[in-house]
């Protein structure tokens, strides 16, 4: 088994057990709860839900774009990203359950009918056919695990049900550590930076202005990096302000 073989295992192996936990823990969210304020900005729980359920989706069609060889875009137009999410967020807790349920279920199977070489697409592996996400960026089929690990993960610590930054081993938070890095790697204003962990990981991202070196654990400065925890959990950042993400 390849290198890259034996990543794309490891990550889709996170989406498991990352699901599993974050389905775990909605179960104790009662109606009331899923109606409450998130950690996101004008977003209750019900609207973070009906957003990761949407995007699996999403992801969805990109894996369908891989095996098949048709483009297809993961959503129809922001407009109707905005729409779904919105529409979606006043449901019963029982259906919004349901609802992350199924979706997690059908893009797990969606990854698994990538596996075999010969695809559709006649290209070889379906794997390493090229997609477009929403807003632009192109990448391999194999980094669609590790986007919808990003998501499950951050948007459970998004929930504020119980699950923080903290809590995230630091296995996971490296992985999603590189995505972020590859993804920022676009972004012509974002700040230069080495990210280094007490767990030996490195990662570098960014490309105005002079180089700076972050420290911390894999956890802090994941949350750190994507807004989920403040500049206090790392050391390095003295004067530093991150555009959003």
């Known amino acids: 088994m390849s290198e890259a073989s034996d990543k794309l295992t490891a990550v889709r192996a ?15 969210v009662d109606q009331d709860a899923w109606r409450g304020p998130s950690s996101l900005p004008r977003w209750t729980r019900g609207h973070v839900a009906t957003h990761l359920a949407r995007q699996a989706d999403a992801l969805g069609r990109l894996v369908d774009w891989a095996r098949t060889g ?44 990538l596996d075999d070489d010969g695809a559709e697409n006649g290209s070889g592996s379906a794997w390493d056919t090229e997609v477009e996400l929403r807003g632009g960026q192109r990448v391999v089929a194999r980094l669609l695990p590790l986007a919808r690990l990003t998501e499950v993960v951050l948007h459970h610590v998004d929930l504020d049900i119980g699950f923080g930054v903290s809590d ?28 280094v962990s007490d767990s030996g990981f490195r990662t570098t991202l960014g490309s105005s202005g002079d180089a700076r070196r972050v420290t911390g654990s894999s956890p802090a400065l994941l949350g750190w990096l994507t807004g989920r925890a403040g500049p206090d959990t790392v050391s390095g950042t003295d004067g530093l302000v991150l555009p959003g993400l």
């Open 70 to 113: 048709t483009r297809q875009e993961m959503y129809a137009s922001p407009q109707v990203r905005e729409d779904e999410i919105e529409q979606g967020a006043g449901r019963t807790g029982l259906e919004l359950q349901v609802d992350l349920d199924t979706s997690a279920e059908r893009l797990i199977e969606a990854f698994a009918g």
């Open 168 to 195: 995230v081993d630091p296995e996971t938070a490296e992985w999603l550590l590189e995505w972020s890095a590859y993804r920022l790697g676009a972004r012509d204003e974002f700040p230069r930076l080495e990210l």
């Open 14 to 28: 996170l989406v498991t057990v990352s699901t599993q936990r974050l389905l775990g823990d909605t179960i104790g």
